[in-house]
């Protein structure tokens, strides 16, 4: 069975500082998905980035950056220079292929993320 | 690109009636669409995974003749909790993929908050 794991429940920092969010995956199929999506307060999920399995080079998209490890099934996530408007939870997703073709999201349970002024 | 829209946002209801909610894709056919429920502090748990034209199918303890999911067109799928009850209180989000052949993005709608009184 496919699990996500983010063991960091809350992260509280001081705007400005730089904050790596963890996720830890456990998969048996050798093709998969790892995606991040951003929660914030309103509630709706905000997708980040999506990374296949083949594919470990490292992204960097403005202030976030991705640190995809095989090694260590480890796809971690990193805001650099924090601003409040990051404060939310944030979700690692990893993909399943389920019958006929389709996919479904096994989430982890989200870290959230509190910068403060 | 890639815009779900939700409704209603929230909505109040009296203990044994029914609440409908639609999620429509708006600017993308969406092959499949998945159902969500996210109680407080917790992380997304997939309901449901319906495919255009065709019955959904339920994740395990998911009761099908309770949470009626219909998805008529490639842009709108709806949910339809039947006879709610308190417990049935929480938030529900939809979320729409492109592609039922690949492995694609879901792409999340900004959730209803329902309660039930």
């Known amino acids: 069975a496919q699990k996500v794991t983010q063991a960091q429940t809350e992260i509280s920092v001081v705007e400005k500082e730089d904050v790596t969010l963890d996720c830890v995956y456990e998969t048996r199929d050798t093709t998969y998905y790892l995606f991040w999506y951003k929660q914030p307060p309103s509630g709706e999920l905000v997708f980040l980035i999506r990374?296949?399995?083949?594919?470990?080079q490292n992204e960097i998209s403005g202030r976030y950056s991705w640190n995809f490890q095989k090694s260590t099934s480890s796809f971690n996530f990193t805001i650099t220079a924090s601003q409040v408007v990051d404060s939310a939870v944030y979700f690692c997703?990893?993909?399943?292929?389920?019958?006929?073709?389709?996919?479904?999201?096994?989430f982890g349970k989200g870290t959230k993320l509190s910068v403060i002024p | 690109g890639a815009v779900v829209s939700q409704h209603p946002s929230r909505v109040i209801c009296k203990s044994g009636t029914s609440v409908k909610i639609e999620c429509r894709s708006l600017d993308f056919q969406a092959t499949t669409m998945f159902w969500y429920r996210q109680f407080p502090k917790q992380s997304l748990m997939l309901m449901a995974t319906s495919n255009e034209g065709s019955k959904a199918t339920y994740e395990q303890g998911v009761e099908k003749d309770k949470f009626l999911i219909n998805h008529a067109s490639l842009t709108l799928s709806t949910l339809t909790v039947t006879s709610a009850h308190p417990e049935d209180s929480s938030f529900y989000i939809c979320?729409?993929?492109?592609?039922?052949?690949?492995?694609?993005?879901?792409?999340f709608g900004p959730g209803t908050r329902l309660t039930v009184l």
């Open positions: 990374r296949n399995s083949f594919d470990e």
């Open positions: 997703a990893l993909s399943e292929v389920a019958g006929a073709g389709s996919y479904q999201l096994t």
């Open positions: 979320s729409a993929a492109a592609s039922g052949g690949a492995v694609d993005t879901q792409y």
